[in-house]
């Protein structure tokens, strides 16, 4: 199932191609319109470390500032391989090392929410991406 990117607000589609970006892997979206009052959607993905925890965390700080989007806070303690970026009723971004991820498994906990994997190509510009990198050589 696929969803439609232009029928998703800017915080959502900013957050998942930070995600997508930074290299985040098994990227989620949950629907929870109608279902959870907290926000609309959860954006889940899984990181690889810490550091790039840590990494997406600031640039997703930086998008939404920089794009006038609301965000709430963080919530990131070193050591508990999960990180929530609170952007208020539209989005709630969920990292998680993968560990963690399965043991909280958020998939079960909001299955009643609509789910989608997202892909990459929806949300990443491959030729801009590619541009950029030999811009760099």
């Given at each position: 199932?696929?969803?439609?990117?232009?029928?998703?607000?800017?915080?959502?589609?900013?957050?998942?191609?930070?995600?997508?970006?930074?290299?985040?892997?098994?990227?989620?979206?949950?629907?929870?319109?109608?279902?959870?009052?907290?926000?609309?959607?959860?954006?889940?993905?899984?990181c690889?470390?810490?550091?790039?925890?840590?990494?997406?965390?600031?640039?997703?700080?930086?998008?939404?500032?920089?794009?006038?989007?609301?965000?709430?806070?963080?919530?990131?303690?070193?050591?508990?391989?999960w990180?929530?970026?609170?952007?208020g009723l539209?989005?709630?971004?969920?990292?998680?090392?993968?560990?963690?991820?399965?043991?909280?498994?958020?998939?079960?906990?909001?299955?009643?929410?609509?789910?989608?994997?997202?892909?990459?190509?929806?949300?990443?510009?491959?030729?801009?991406k590619?541009?950029?990198?030999?811009?760099l050589?």
């Amino acid at each position: 199932m696929t969803t439609n990117k232009q029928e998703l607000p800017q915080s959502v589609t900013i957050g998942a191609s930070i995600l997508f970006e930074l290299r985040a892997q098994d990227v989620q979206l949950i629907d929870l319109r109608g279902i959870k009052d907290v926000t609309d959607y959860f954006l889940v993905a899984t990181c690889e470390s810490e550091a790039q925890m840590q990494a997406i965390l600031g640039e997703l700080r930086k998008e939404f500032k920089a794009n006038k989007l609301p965000s709430v806070g963080v919530e990131y303690k070193e050591g508990v391989r999960w990180a929530v970026f609170d952007a208020g009723l539209d989005l709630m971004v969920h990292l998680f090392e993968e560990e963690k991820r399965a043991e909280i498994s958020l998939d079960r906990l909001y299955a009643d929410g609509k789910i989608v994997e997202l892909d990459e190509n929806d949300f990443v510009k491959t030729n801009d991406k590619k541009a950029d990198d030999n811009e760099l050589v």
